[in-house]
């Protein structure tokens, strides 16, 4: 395995950093690494060295903003999380295409990378959809005592914050990362809404949901710190055509460890999980 950084240029000619882990041997199909909010990609590393170690070319990637993809001061930074599914995401998986070339293309989304897939151009020639953690951010489905806060950071922290910084100061408040003010503004719309990004944005990102018709694999984890198992449900309800296959792991399936939203990703902790559960979906 080897691995290279790389261009993605969007369609309004904004460069967008990845990099390509390559497989040494012959190539079984191309994996998309869709992160979470506020996730730099160095920390899907470990799972596409790993994926490209077992004959997959996978890529990962920054959105615009974050990471090596940020340009400038990120104040007043003009990007909204459409500009990340619609642009970015869009122009990583047209690459994915091209090298796939006519074999599986698999789409790995964490958290948010597995909400906004649909809103994706080109979407419905994935071959499958894997969502890790991936549930919506609805305030009254968040656990508990995330619920409580979710308030204060919605109706507070974030009207407050963002006029004064011009972005989301995540890392000097320590929550999450920091994040666009656009993103921020339109991921707290959706997160007051019972029907998430398909209540704000109303009948075509529904029509966009509906659309996607490959399998959909969701893995849950039950010691989950942001997502409930009724958060995951009504995301999946959202892809009302595709064929959503559900499992839950917890700490019992790595004798004990701790999970949570982030820790499937993490080497030495859930690679049991990557062969009971990935593997198996790459594979089948």
Not at 76 to 83: E, K, L, N, S
Not at 135 to 144: E, H, L
Request: with cysteine; aromatic share 12%.
């Amino acid at each position: 395995m080897h691995a290279d950084y790389t261009i993605f240029t969007t369609d309004d000619a904004f460069d967008i950093v990845g990099r390509l882990f390559e497989p040494d041997g012959e190539m079984r199909g191309v994996v998309v690494i869709a992160p979470a909010m506020a996730v730099a990609q160095e920390y899907y590393a470990p799972i596409a060295g790993w994926l490209a170690d077992r004959g997959f070319l996978v890529i990962t990637f920054d959105y615009r903003g974050t990471g090596q993809s940020l340009r400038g001061p990120l104040r007043d930074f003009d990007a909204d999380i459409f500009d990340w599914a619609r642009r970015d995401c869009s122009a990583v998986l047209q690459r994915a295409l091209d090298q796939a070339a006519g074999r599986p293309l698999f789409w790995i989304g964490h958290s948010v990378g597995g909400q906004i897939v649909p809103l994706v151009k080109g979407a419905t020639s994935i071959s499958k959809i894997i969502t890790i953690a991936a549930g919506v951010g609805y305030w009254r489905t968040n656990p508990r005592p995330l619920r409580y806060y979710a308030i204060l950071l919605w109706y507070l922290i974030v009207p407050i914050v963002l006029p004064l910084f011009g972005y989301f100061p995540g890392e000097r408040l320590r929550i999450l990362g920091d994040l666009p003010s656009g993103v921020m503004r339109q991921w707290r719309r959706w997160c007051l809404h019972p029907r998430y990004s398909v209540g704000v944005e109303g009948p075509v990102v529904e029509a966009e949901y509906a659309a996607i018709r490959a399998p959909l694999f969701s893995l849950s984890f039950s010691d989950d710190e942001f997502m409930s198992s009724r958060s995951i449900a009504v995301l999946n309800e959202l892809y009302e055509n595709a064929a959503v296959t559900v499992q839950t792991a917890g700490p019992e399936d790595l004798d004990g460890k701790h999970i949570g939203h982030f820790g499937f990703f993490r080497p030495g902790v859930a690679e049991p999980l990557w062969k009971k559960h990935l593997l198996v979906e790459l594979t089948s």
